[in-house]
């Protein structure tokens, strides 16, 4: 690395002893020759001349090292032109930067380009005054347009030099020449020398120069003008807006320490802005102004602005002081506040949130707890008070067809209930009296002599629900094989229909099931009936069952009346029915 830096430094020496040629430079004929109207910005490029040319400068910063400028004073004496950016001219890009131009700046101007040695371009600039060039016109080389609106650009100086012959006007922006292009700029136009904008965009922002000829007789000269293009909104209508702080905004401070307040406030655009940002201190007496910044906002859009107000100790006087930030423009005015707050101890504040969290997590699982074991007694009570009757306009004649396989004669006295019993009595005692459902039992409501598969099918879409009492003897039984298959059939094709699995006894599936059968009885859940003597025993079965049938707002009025706890209306029906059971054994 280091011996690059020797090589690159050796290469920078051996071309400045070479230090072009200047004098072969001066020798050469004029290359381009310069009328300028003084006190007006002027730009000159190291390029030779070219009829028609594309760019007149470029803002690249390689050329600044590429290129070297000379200037021939009116007394002989050659002046090379040093970087500075508070001389004037300035070297900026490949070009020669004279703002404002001046009388005193007439004369030869040389240029060399370092990379081709060769390439030397030798400039005559003559300066005049607005008297002498005949100037009528407004020259103002700041030109600023309304966004969004029409207008045209006249080249500042067309009106000089009336006795000379002018020809037509080039147009450039940033140095690269302005054609009529409908894709990229579209509402741009040429009219009479003037450049016509239709519509002005954000982007029409930039350095603008217009070049033409001037024929004084046998001579021509170059005449060179520019006008920078400053797109501007309407002004604000409306007051500042104080982003930060929000209203009042308290910090928790501890005394002594160093806080800096920052505000943030958006201002909207100000051709002559009158904005500012001040700091009000405010005690229980008065409101005393501490600082006050100027603001000038120019973006389309407005602009945001930040000031620090800086505290460099906090006493307990600051305490009791509210520190105002207001920010103002020709409009009005609005203001945000702090507050400053003694910082709690880390302690209790730690303590306090530990406790804040620990008692919130409790009362997560307390309540996730409670609606888990109650969840089902929720949904009956949303069901019973807001839940829409579902059967309500479905064309449906039953709630619920029942499905059930004859037990074996040899098992009925060893079961306190067997499925048959629980099918034709329990069910439409419990859902029908008590519930006000309408229950589809085949011995009941299928009458005899028609074809058994038809009705049953048929019985099936008229009803909203198949309960299905799942006992060994019912996958023995080839009607209820075939009901449960049915039932499976229709609930695949219309699914209002919904079945609900009632295992009674525990039993073990056949393998020769259909596949789709199998697949029901796996994935569907099942209501268990637990088979015991107790009148408690089936009190969650019942709510369960009834938490499958459909939402139906003609209840009974003992279920009514126990809505939330369904126990004792059970545990009462449950009595009825067992005390029957026992007179009819003691009687046999």
């Given at each position: 690395m280091l011996i690059f830096c020797w090589i690159a430094l050796l290469l920078t020496k051996r071309t400045e002893s070479r230090d072009f040629n200047i004098t072969g430079c001066l020798q050469k004929s004029t290359d381009?020759?310069?009328?300028?109207?003084?006190?007006?910005?002027?730009?000159?490029?190291?390029?030779?001349?070219?009829?028609?040319?594309?760019?007149?400068?470029?803002?690249?910063?390689?050329?600044e090292i590429q290129v070297q400028w000379f200037w021939k004073s009116s007394d002989g004496e050659v002046e090379k032109l040093h970087r500075n950016a508070t001389s004037n001219p300035t070297l900026w890009g490949n070009a020669l930067w004279f703002n404002p131009l001046k009388v005193q700046h007439s004369g030869t101007y040389l240029c060399i380009n370092r990379k081709e040695i060769s390439t030397c371009v030798n400039i005559f600039i003559v300066v005049e005054t607005k008297k002498i060039a005949n100037c009528s016109g407004n020259s103002a080389n700041d030109k600023y347009l309304f966004i969004s609106q029409g207008t045209s650009i006249s080249c500042p100086g067309k009106d000089c030099y009336p006795h000379f012959q002018h020809s037509s006007v080039k147009w450039y922006k940033n140095g690269r020449r302005i054609t009529l292009q409908k894709i990229t700029r579209p509402g741009l136009e040429f009219k009479e020398d003037k450049l016509v904008l239709r519509y002005v965009y954000d982007k029409d922002n930039g350095t603008y120069v217009c070049d033409y000829t001037l024929i004084d007789h046998s001579a021509q000269w170059k005449m060179r003008t520019i006008v920078d293009i400053i797109i501007i909104a309407k002004d604000t209508i409306s007051p500042p807006t104080v982003l930060y702080p929000s209203d009042v905004t308290i910090l928790e401070i501890e005394l002594g320490q160093y806080l800096e307040l920052e505000c943030k406030a958006k201002f909207g655009f100000e051709m002559n802005a009158s904005s500012s940002v001040q700091w009000y201190i405010e005690t229980n007496e008065n409101k005393e102004l501490v600082h006050q910044k100027s603001v000038h906002p120019k973006g389309l859009e407005g602009q945001t602005f930040s000031d620090v107000f800086t505290l460099k100790e906090i006493t307990e006087e600051d305490l009791r002081n509210h520190f105002i930030c207001l920010a103002q423009n020709s409009v009005g005015n609005s203001t945000g506040m702090f507050k400053l707050k003694r910082k709690t101890e880390r302690g209790i504040y730690f303590l306090l949130i530990l406790c804040c969290t620990i008692t919130t997590l409790l009362g997560i699982i307390l309540g996730s707890t409670l609606v888990y074991w109650r969840w089902i007694d929720l949904v009956l009570f949303y069901r019973y008070y807001l839940a829409k009757d579902e059967t309500v306009g479905d064309c449906k004649e039953y709630d619920a067809f029942v499905s059930y396989a004859k037990p074996d004669p040899s098992g009925i006295d060893k079961a306190p209930c067997n499925e048959e019993e629980f099918a034709l009595e329990f069910l439409p005692q419990v859902l029908e009296n008590g519930y006000g459902y309408k229950l589809c039992l085949k011995e009941r409501n299928i009458l005899p002599g028609g074809a058994y598969t038809d009705d049953i099918v048929n019985t099936l879409k008229r009803s909203r629900r198949a309960i299905m009492v799942l006992t060994p003897s019912y996958f023995k039984n080839r009607e209820s094989l075939f009901e449960l298959e049915a039932a499976v059939n229709t609930v695949l094709e219309d699914k209002t229909i919904k079945l609900i699995l009632i295992q009674f006894e525990s039993f073990q599936e056949p393998q020769s099931l259909p596949q789709k059968v199998k697949k029901v009885l796996k994935i569907l859940p099942r209501v268990v009936w637990e088979t015991s003597t107790s009148h408690t025993a089936n009190n969650q079965f019942w709510k369960k069952l009834w938490y499958h049938m459909p939402v139906k707002h003609t209840i009974g009025t003992k279920a009514k009346q126990s809505l939330f706890s369904t126990t004792s209306f059970l545990l009462e029906e449950e009595k009825t029915h067992w005390k029957k059971k026992d007179g009819e054994r003691s009687v046999t």
């Open positions: 381009v020759s310069y009328r300028a109207i003084s006190d007006q910005k002027f730009v000159v490029s190291c390029d030779l001349p070219l009829e028609d040319p594309t760019m007149i400068f470029n803002y690249s910063q390689l050329y």
